[in-house]
């Protein structure tokens, strides 16, 4: 079955970095779109980024310029590199699939804290 396992989330200062990783297995990664979602306390859930088969991105407003979402097929894995990070960018960070003629898929989250 679809398996997306993410790992890198933790505590970190502002300014500070983090990267992410989301470990794909169950279809051919390399077929489907991919991407993170966010949910901050008390907030909406916010699409932070996205990547296409092809590797086109997409990015929130909030987070352009200093995150980056890359994919690598030979290790069904994609990442969110998160630099510059503000506590405003605290929250639990899903990763997603989508595949085709399957549906979209989700990963159980990891919590990223940004505290000083």
């Known amino acids: 079955q679809v398996q997306l396992v993410e790992s890198g989330g933790g505590l970190v200062q502002p300014g500070g970095s983090l990267r992410l990783s989301c470990a794909a297995s169950?279809?051919?990664?390399?077929?489907?779109?991919m991407g993170w979602y966010r949910r901050a306390p008390g907030k909406e859930r916010e699409l932070v980024a996205s990547?296409?088969?092809?590797?086109?991105?997409n990015y929130a407003d909030s987070v352009q310029g200093r995150f980056t979402i890359s994919r690598d097929n030979t290790k069904n894995t994609v990442y969110l590199q998160m630099n510059s990070l503000q506590p405003e960018d605290t929250g639990n960070y899903y990763c997603y699939t989508d595949i085709i003629l399957r549906g979209r898929y989700w990963g159980q989250g990891t919590l990223v804290t940004v505290s000083s």
């Open positions: 990547i296409t088969r092809v590797g086109s991105t």
């Open positions: 169950g279809y051919i990664f390399s077929d489907a779109a």
